[in-house]
């Protein structure tokens, strides 16, 4: 197997590591006046957004491995924009992302290079159902490279869930995950804190810290994998309709992977360690 066939497929199987990460993402905010005033005020944040609103982001995606002897680094990149096409009575919002601009480079032994990432999404639209809870609940659509659940993930990273109750600074709240699909089953807890209010470029923003453990499990025609994903994240949230300002998410994932070793074309179970870092900000 040639070079660029074996990172290939170490990418396809390796995958599926990053599948527990995103059942962090989500969205939301408040209409004005839910701010309440004194020290103990609380706020209450819904995904709020007006029919016809369109919003840039910019996001990256990276993964470092070790895997099969090799240590590497992909990076890949997004550009989108967001537009709120239908709002139904019970404030789910109907939202149309289009991904503009996607490249991916691999950094192996300091040397960066191009990679041909299976996925294709540059100039792909996938339409997403969002509730005010910032809730991703449907999404329609195609992006080469992804299934159905992997499209779920995708769309997820462009919102960010709330608390159903209202919060004050200094308040804490659990979330438990549990995803399972055909393909992996991620279960675990993540605890969110309102660090405080503060302004980033004029726009007042909640920050919201956290911290989630999840296990994981995976499997696709190249083999499985299991292990616990550890992963602490940083967001903020426009108070006043809803969207994601920045978010940073920081993880590490540990476990073995099962699957046709490609120096030795021999099924083998190997450790593994992955280490991946999502960025997320609005442009305009």
């Not at 470092?64 to 404030?91: A, L, P, Q």
């Amino acid at each position: 197997m040639i070079l660029s066939e074996r990172i290939r497929a170490i990418f396809t199987m390796a995958a599926i590591f990053t599948l527990a990460i995103s059942a962090i993402h989500c969205s939301s905010s408040p209409p004005p006046g839910e701010l309440e005033g004194g020290s103990g005020k609380k706020i209450e944040l819904r995904f709020n957004p007006q029919v016809g609103d369109i919003s840039k982001y910019k996001g990256s995606h990276t993964r470092e491995m070790n895997f099969y002897g090799m240590n590497f680094r992909i990076v890949t990149t997004y550009r989108v924009v967001n537009s709120v096409r239908e709002k139904t009575e019970e404030g789910n919002n109907t939202v149309r992302i289009k991904c503009l601009e996607q490249e991916s480079k691999m950094v192996k032994k300091g040397e960066t290079k191009s990679f041909n990432n299976p996925v294709k999404a540059e100039g792909r639209t996938i339409e997403v159902v969002v509730s005010p809870m910032g809730k991703v609940n449907n999404v329609k659509g195609f992006i080469t490279g992804m299934k159905d659940d992997e499209l779920k993930d995708f769309a997820e990273k462009w919102f960010f869930e709330l608390p159903e109750e209202p919060k004050s600074v200094g308040d804490s709240w659990q979330k438990e995950i549990d995803d399972s699909t055909e393909t992996k089953v991620v279960s675990g807890i993540s605890e969110y804190t309102l660090e405080g209010i503060e302004s980033v470029d004029g726009i007042e923003v909640a920050c919201i810290s956290g911290i989630s453990e999840t296990d994981v499990y995976g499997k696709s025609k190249q083999g499985s994998v299991e292990g616990t994903a550890k992963a602490t994240f940083d967001a903020k949230i426009a108070i006043e309709g809803g969207y994601i300002v920045t978010v940073s998410i920081n993880s590490e994932m540990k476990g073995k992977i099962t699957g046709i070793n490609p120096e030795t074309a021999k099924e083998e179970t190997q450790d593994i360690t992955s280490f991946s870092y999502d960025k997320v900000q609005f442009l305009e």
